[in-house]
T-cell receptor, first 112, second 118 residues
């Protein structure tokens, strides 16, 4: 069965600093992986997705993620944090039935 | 494109009453919709998968008689919380695929419904 684990329920960075949100997956088949962002009291917005075309995936708002099979990881990064990046971030894997399995989420805080 | 509209955004109801939440795909046809529940500061828990024209498939531990799901058309799915109790208070989010069934295509989410049962 597929699953994802997000390391760190809360990450705090200074504005302009590097953002690194960690996600490790478990899958018996080549995984399809996603990162979503959730702002307070809102639904989820897709940041990016990995579908085996390229290991480095670029998403919206300057985010990108690198798929590393050897490490079973799909960490999300952004070179320079902005105040508007403060939100909850979810890593997810799609199972063979088409359902999305979410990680526990990481709350990103950005300090001025 | 791929907009999912969820209504209402907030609802307060009294214990014992029923509440209906609507989820609409505005600019695409959604053969499959998913309903999630989210507790404060927690992840999304899949409640059920809704397929147009057929019965919903519920996840283990979700009471199908309490959470009634109807997917009557390719653009509308509804979740009805029957005989609501305070423990049903939560954030409910629907989602749908925008380009047909494919397990590598992303889900598009509604903005969620905050249900408070008093």
């Amino acid at each position: 069965a597929q699953s994802v684990t997000q390391l760190g329920s809360h990450v705090s960075v200074s504005e302009g600093a590097l953002v690194l949100l960690r996600c490790n997956y478990s899958s018996s088949v080549p995984p399809y992986l996603f990162w979503y962002v959730q702002y307070p009291n809102q639904g989820l917005q897709l940041l990016l997705k990995y579908t085996s075309a390229a290991t480095l995936v670029k998403g919206i708002n300057g985010f990108e993620a690198e798929f590393k099979k050897s490490e079973t990881s799909f960490h999300l990064t952004k070179p320079s944090a902005h105040m508007s990046d403060a939100a909850e971030y979810f890593c997810a894997v799609s199972d063979m039935g088409g359902k999305l399995i979410f990680g526990q989420g990481t709350e990103l805080s950005v300090k001025p | 494109g791929a907009v999912v509209s969820q209504h209402p955004s907030r609802v307060i109801c009294k214990s014992g009453t029923s509440v209906k939440i609507e989820c609409r795909s505005l600019d695409f046809q959604a053969t499959t919709m998913f309903w999630y529940r989210q507790f404060p500061k927690q992840s999304l828990m899949l409640m059920a998968t809704s397929n147009e024209g057929s019965k919903a498939t519920y996840e283990q531990g979700v009471e199908k008689d309490k959470f009634l799901i109807n997917h009557a058309s390719l653009t509308l799915s509804t979740l009805t919380v029957t005989s609501a109790h305070p423990e049903d208070s939560s954030f409910y989010i629907c989602s749908a695929r925008g380009d047909g069934f494919s397990y590598n295509s992303p889900l598009h989410f509604g903005n969620g419904t905050r249900l408070t049962v008093t």
